[in-house]
């Protein structure tokens, strides 16, 4: 239902508080005004009083009434009358309709100084008479009526009322306009949404916002949401299609193992297939390991087991296990490490990955009697690693590809690997918030630089 929509909500309480306080607010200016008004009309009656008196101080009645000009009894063009009442003898002055109208004999016991009103079943209006008595008794007594008051009231309570209805009709628009600019964020996710549940795809993208209100920022907040989201479902995708195209190879060389076994029933033939399928098996264990560590990495989802290790230590084991491997080419590994700290804090095994494979290509790819040089230092707020050799090089072409999976260059196609060890090496150190950089040339060699942080981790001296 359209009363249903928060925005029209919105809209008809933002209309019923402005026409509750313009109601206020007239009111109050109405009685500041009515107020205003009568404080004048008791001014100008004490002003009245105050010159009969004087006048009658000094002549009596005969001299009051002398000086009453009864054909205009008006101050400042507002009728009036003056009643004078001495013993029994009573002097009422001013316009005759109202000395039928009203019942003057009301008038009889007022006390000096004493606003007393007047009321007509004839008149919509009152009278105001203020009274004065003199020394010798005689009462004085002069009255205005609250007509103009009563006639301003209701010319104004016409004019709100004439007011009131386009205020109501603006403060509609004005609230819902506002009510929808307020919420449209918020509908627009909601738009959006219902077009990913009815269409089933994430193409549609949820519209960002640049103002800094409560609502942007849950739209914005729900916007990264979907944003992961479809990235986790995107790597889901992708790892499926890796893991078919990766798990094919391998499954194909067990059928076939299994095959030549169940037709031989030699055991050494037996031994040996049974051995190579188990061979295999690790290949795809391998292979599932490192799609899964990836595609975690890359959705912000790998899990890191930290713990403070020596890093110099780490790093010369794997330079120890890799110079076996490098002799059979008579290449040199050399650790110059120039950083005074040995204590690090992060995932040990998996930057042990790190690198053995940065070591592995390194020696894969150097030509025979080269150097593979790794230097440790501090530069800024990192540790840097640097593996460089002076091997095949990467192309310009190529370089900016080498970190995607199953991505082989055409010079390393010939080496055997699965296209993984780079992919996994950037997965590693960005999950440690790190960076990896690159630079080669070909037949010049590479070098491969990793920056793990140091300014957000536990590190220790070594004493």
Request: glycine share 4%; charged share 25%; hydrophobic share 40%.
């Amino acid at each position: 239902m359209f009363l249903n929509r928060v925005n029209v909500r919105i809209a008809l309480t933002f209309t019923l508080f402005s026409t509750i306080v313009s109601s206020i607010i007239f009111s109050a200016l109405s009685l500041l005004i009515v107020g205003f008004l009568k404080s004048e009309d008791i001014q100008q009656m004490r002003y009245q009083l105050e010159v009969l008196a004087s006048k009658y101080d000094k002549g009596g009645i005969n001299r009051v009434i002398e000086d009453i000009d009864i054909s205009n009894m008006q101050y400042e063009g507002k009728p009036y009358f003056i009643r004078i009442r001495k013993g029994p003898s009573v002097f009422d002055m001013g316009p005759t309709y109202w000395k039928h109208a009203f019942n003057y004999n009301d008038l009889e016991d007022n006390i000096s100084g004493e606003i007393e009103i007047l009321s007509s079943p004839q008149f919509s209006f009152n009278l105001n008479v203020l009274t004065y008595i003199t020394d010798d008794n005689t009462v004085l007594q002069t009255g205005i009526s609250d007509q103009y008051r009563s006639q301003f009231i209701r010319i104004l309570n016409k004019i709100f009322f004439i007011l009131l209805i386009p205020l109501v009709i603006l403060s509609m628009i004005f609230g819902l306009w506002y009510s929808q600019k307020t919420l449209k964020p918020v509908i627009d996710l909601t738009s959006t949404i219902k077009g990913i549940i009815k269409t089933g795809t994430m193409e549609k993208k949820i519209q960002k916002y640049s103002s800094s209100n409560e609502l942007s920022e849950l739209v914005d907040l729900f916007s990264k949401l979907f944003e992961k989201n479809e990235n986790l479902i995107k790597g889901m995708k992708e790892t499926l299609d890796n893991v078919s195209h990766d798990l094919r190879t391998p499954l194909t060389r067990i059928r076939g193992i299994s095959e030549v076994a169940i037709t031989n029933d030699d055991p050494e033939v037996l031994r040996d297939a049974l051995s190579d399928s188990i061979e295999e098996i690790d290949s795809i264990i391998k292979i599932l390991n490192a799609l899964l560590d990836i595609t975690a990495s890359e959705n912000g989802v790998l899990k890191l087991d930290k713990t403070e290790f020596n890093i110099k230590e780490m790093l010369e084991k794997s330079l120890d296990l890799y110079s076996f491997i490098a002799e059979d080419k008579m290449i040199k590994i050399r650790l110059i490490y120039a950083y005074n700290n040995y204590i690090y804090y992060g995932d040990e095994i998996k930057l042990r990955q790190v690198v053995a494979n940065l070591l592995d290509n390194a020696v894969k790819y150097s030509d025979n009697g080269s150097i593979i040089e790794v230097n440790v230092f501090e530069n800024m707020d990192y540790l840097v690693i640097e593996v460089k050799d002076n091997g095949i090089g990467i192309s310009d072409d190529e370089i900016n590809n080498i970190w995607d999976r199953l991505f082989r260059s055409t010079r390393s196609r010939n080496e055997p690997g699965l296209g993984l060890g780079l992919s996994m090496v950037k997965a590693i150190v960005v999950a440690h918030n790190g960076m990896v950089e690159v630079e080669s040339k070909l037949q010049e060699g590479s070098l491969f630089r990793i920056k793990l942080p140091l300014q957000k981790i536990n590190i220790k001296e070594i004493n």
